[in-house]
């Protein structure tokens, strides 16, 4: 009986290590995997808000980081920012995700991505600071849009007396800028200023990152609304042997 009783004591006893071990070993596991996620978050977001030239706040897929360390394939990650800009472009404000990014390191590349998505908000008082930075100054005044006719009117010159109006529309991976009105008084603006404008507002929407291109443009009654849709897309490789240390070292474990 005595043996029978110090068998089940062992027992337990192996039982109860056996416990604390695993849960040891869990707490170790959840430990690491928040510490490297924060960590890889932080240089992440390093990364992108020196292309997007702003700050920028980075989810991470639900698969842990420790096991996206091993196969270096990340389903996708998220990046939103409020001010972002492209070109000459100020104040955008954009939520994209980037999907099925796969980490190599070769001479020709440094990963792919099989798909991204975005959503850019350009507020009226975006576009205005965007002109008055680019040598418009206190010439352009306001910026009023209109959604039911989906257009952008600007207030031009000493108290606003001129106004141009243009009409952003998206179509062929491309964001055009019709100008749709254009004078004062009755008289014509000046040619110069009108294709100035235009051609700061064309610029501001044309170029974004990893290959992504516009597929749809609205105007609202504050803002426009553009969305971006991007398909396989290589990542650069790395020139020099310095920049690759840097970016080795950049993201721990996920290059």
């Known amino acids: 009986m005595a043996a029978r009783t110090n068998s089940a004591s062992r027992s337990n006893r192996v039982l109860v290590i056996s416990l604390i071990v695993i ?32 700050k ?11 096991l996206q360390s091993l196969d270096k394939n990340v389903p996708y990650i998220t990046i939103d920012s409020d001010d972002t800009k492209f070109g000459p472009a100020v104040g955008m404000q954009v939520n994209a995700q980037i ?20 959503h850019i908000h350009w507020s009226t008082e975006g ?12 010439l352009v ?21 001129a106004e141009l109006t243009v009409r952003p529309e998206a179509g062929g991976g491309t964001v055009q800028v019709k100008t749709v009105n254009a004078e004062i008084l009755g008289f014509g603006l000046p040619t110069d200023l009108v294709d100035g404008i235009v051609q700061t507002l064309t610029s501001s929407l044309q170029t974004y990152p990893l290959g992504m291109q516009p597929t749809s443009l609205e105007v609202t009654d504050d803002a426009i609304e553009i969305t971006l849709e991007g398909g396989a897309y290589t990542m650069p490789a790395a020139g020099t042997q310095q920049q690759q240390e840097q970016q080795q070292s950049s993201c721990g474990l996920l290059v």
């Open 23 to 54: 849960a040891a070993l869990v707490a170790v596991l959840v430990g690491g995997e928040l510490y490297v996620r924060h960590s890889v978050k932080s240089c992440m977001a390093d990364q992108f808000e020196s292309q997007l030239g702003s």
């Open 56 to 66: 920028v706040d980075v989810g991470l897929s639900w698969k842990p980081v420790l």
């Open 99 to 118: 999907n099925d990014i796969r980490i190599e390191d070769t001479p020709e590349s440094s990963g792919t991505i099989g798909s991204s998505d975005a």
């Open 127 to 138: 576009i205005l600071a965007t002109l008055q930075q680019q040598a418009f100054g206190s």
């Open 141 to 161: 005044s306001a910026v009023k849009a209109d959604a039911d006719a989906g257009t952008l009117t600007f207030s031009v010159g000493p108290a606003g007396l």
